[in-house]
């Protein structure tokens, strides 16, 4: 395989830097890109939707403006009295200046003949009645605004009056009332045409949009282009669009959409809407939709600015990073490499070796420092390593130990079976109750020779993770009582006093009872073992532990197991939870056993979600072991330890007693 080709460190440096921070930077201007595009779209759909709202707020206020100066100027003396033509024209100049729109005709026309009486543009008609519009006979004694009537201007409706100005690409109505005279007939019809709406250019920072009117069956009535008004919307490229908008903006919604085409061919607009009363119709559901139309471009209009600072920013920012990775790299290798003939001399005599050299950058002092320390380190690895071999020859020496205990265990329960079991083959008894002696002794070896390959079969489970336990409810005082009545012979056999108080109320918890009897009889069975003369005290007491996730406390029972036996020093009680460790052997060994025992409870306590624990003041100053679990109720027994002493010779007290 060929040798892979090398490259400088300063070359690599800066490849990796640009390779990595350039691909970071320019995804990074991307969404900047694409967050300012959606920012400056949301702005425009708030605008947009505004304006809309606004123009149609607008058109409705000037509307019902203009239907009331119509209304008002009808009931004037002076269209009710038959004035001469000269006073009903100059009234007629005068209210021209008066209507708050922009006025392009105004007349007064005679109902029957249809003459125009007097007027701003012209002697012909601006548009044609239909008939029967209004009673002849005056009704009402109040003017009624629902007597004004409203259409818009049209090519039908517009007559052949060339005096009419003619803005098409604006919305112009045409506003009629009755006049009716002194005596209530009607006379005379008072007609005015009026832009409504003005048509107004985008400002800097704002979307007014461009104004196009919509009737509810979808006739364009006002649209920027001439060429669009008076056609319906289904002849239009984005109809689909369209006709959604107004069913949205007649069903009351305020919205913002895109468009195509609409505004100029080719050119996407974005669109708001809204929806006012049809002023044409006295109809309620009959609206108008008022669009406030503009340019994609124009709701943009910001964004080529921000590409070119994205761009500046994204070149200056490149540049930037090119020279910083070139003064880095440049910076950093000449360390490295004074840092790498140093680290060549390490191998040689210390003494001759010089200090690491210093620099400018403090992680390369940091380095440095940690090269010129290797060397202690190493020292105290091989301390360390010397330490662990030692620590391996000692629990070699354990496991030789536990060995050796192990064999005298099995041994002398062997013996003792095979020596009772040939005295009796041998027909060695004088009778037949010095066999069965010989029986009960060879049975108690077996017995006790059981526990031993027991506790070695349920080291083996603990360790492998297979051992078990089958968890119920069970009275603590119950599993007491059976490990006392199991051990009271031979409590008695060594006259030793057992103190002991049972609780009047169960205590229960949750338990495995056969290895939860195992736990006492162990610790109990220890008690009586390495207890040549004075006292075993066992004490069952309830503890309330705060709760801190509750205001309640959780309680647990606390078995306490004291002797005043041969004790353990302080140095080794932390080890007598491990397997195969005894206390000092020397004064030990006497008792037997294979430190199984308390490295098992340990392990047992833990599964079922309890705790043990071992403390000795010193040598011959007995111990205490303590035994606490969580019970399932708090119960209620008298936690006092009035103690009952019972000689070698007394049972043990019965439920209650003291």
Not at 299 to 311: D, N, P, W
Not at 537 to 552: D, V
Request: net charge neutral.
């Amino acid at each position: 395989m060929g040798k892979l080709s090398q490259s400088s460190f300063r070359r690599i440096l800066l490849s990796r830097i640009l390779l990595l921070s350039v691909p970071v930077l320019l995804v990074g201007e991307y969404i900047t890109y694409k967050k300012a595009r959606s920012g400056l779209l949301e702005t425009a759909r708030q605008n947009l939707t505004e304006s809309a709202v606004r123009k149609g707020e607008r058109m409705e206020e000037l509307i019902a403006a203009l239907k009331s100066n119509l209304m008002a100027a009808s009931q004037t003396a002076v269209l009710k009295s038959n004035s001469s033509s000269a006073i009903n024209q100059e009234f007629i100049s005068q209210l021209a200046t008066q209507l708050p729109t922009k006025i392009q005709c105004i007349q007064l026309t005679n109902f029957q003949t249809g003459k125009v009486i007097a007027g701003t543009c012209g002697d012909r008609s601006i548009f044609s009645l239909p008939p029967n519009l209004w009673s002849k006979k005056q009704t009402e004694l109040l003017p009624d605004l629902s007597n004004v009537y409203v259409t818009t201007l049209s090519a039908k409706n517009s007559g052949n009056n060339t005096n009419i100005p003619s803005n098409t690409n604006q919305l112009q109505l045409i506003l009629s009332v009755p006049v009716y005279n002194n005596a209530g007939q009607l006379q005379n019809i008072l007609s005015v045409r009026s832009v409504i709406n003005q048509q107004q250019s985008d400002l800097s920072g704002s979307l007014y949009g461009d104004t196009v009117v919509i009737d509810q069956d979808g006739t364009i009535l006002e649209h920027p282009q001439k060429e669009r008004q008076g056609k319906n919307i289904s002849q239009e490229k984005d109809a689909s669009r369209l006709e959604a908008i107004l069913r949205n903006a007649v069903n009351g919604q305020q919205d913002f959409l895109h468009l195509s085409n609409f505004e100029d061919e080719g050119v996407e607009s974005v669109v708001g809407y809204s929806a006012i009363p049809s002023p044409l119709t006295k109809e309620k559901n009959s609206k108008w939709v008022i669009l406030a139309v503009a340019s994609i471009d124009s709701a943009l209009y910001r964004l080529e600015e921000i590409r070119q600072v994205l761009l500046i920013l994204t070149l200056g920012l490149t540049a930037a990073i090119l020279l910083a990775t070139l003064y880095l790299s440049r910076d950093l290798a000449r360390p490295l490499e004074e840092l790498g003939e140093y680290a060549l001399n390490v191998g040689k005599d210390r003494s001759l070796l010089k200090n690491p050299p210093k620099f400018k950058i403090s992680e390369l002092n940091q380095l440095s420092e940690s090269l010129d320390s290797m060397v202690g380190r190493l020292t105290i690895w091989a301390e360390e390593l010397e330490n662990a071999w030692k620590e391996a020859q000692t629990a070699n020496k354990l496991k030789s130990e536990f060995l050796a205990n192990t064999s005298h265990e099995l041994r002398t329960p062997l013996n003792a079976i095979i020596g009772c079991i040939r005295l009796v083959r041998d027909g060695c008894c004088d009778d037949r109750e010095e066999e069965l002696d010989l029986l009960q002794k060879a049975d108690d070896a077996a017995i006790h020779l059981l526990h031993i390959i027991n506790d070695i079969l349920d080291l083996s489970k603990i360790e492998s993770g297979t051992l078990s336990v089958v968890m119920r409810p069970v009275d603590v005082r119950s599993i007491l009582k059976e490990v006392i009545d199991l051990q009271i012979v031979h409590i008695n056999q060594k006259s030793l006093q057992l103190l002991f108080t049972i609780p009047e109320q169960p205590i229960m918890v949750q338990a495995d009872p056969a290895k939860l009897k195992q736990v006492f009889l162990n610790v109990i069975g220890n008690a009586v073992k390495f207890t040549e003369k004075g006292s075993i005290t066992i004490t069952t007491t309830l503890e309330a532990i705060p709760n801190k996730q509750s205001n309640n406390n959780n309680y647990w029972v606390l078995v306490k197991v004291k002797d005043t036996g041969i004790g353990v020093p302080v140095e080794e009680q932390k080890k007598l939870f491990r397997p195969f460790v005894m206390a000092d052997g020397t004064r030990t060994r006497k008792y037997g056993g294979t430190g199984l025992g308390l490295a098992i409870s340990r392990k047992i306590m833990a599964l079922m979600e309890g705790t043990i624990n071992l403390h000795s003041p010193g040598v011959d100053l007995g111990t205490t072991v303590e035994i606490a679990m969580p019970v399932l109720s708090s119960g209620f027994f008298a936690t006092g330890t009035t103690e009952s002493p019972t000689d070698n010779k007394s049972e043990v007290p019965s439920v209650g007693e003291k």
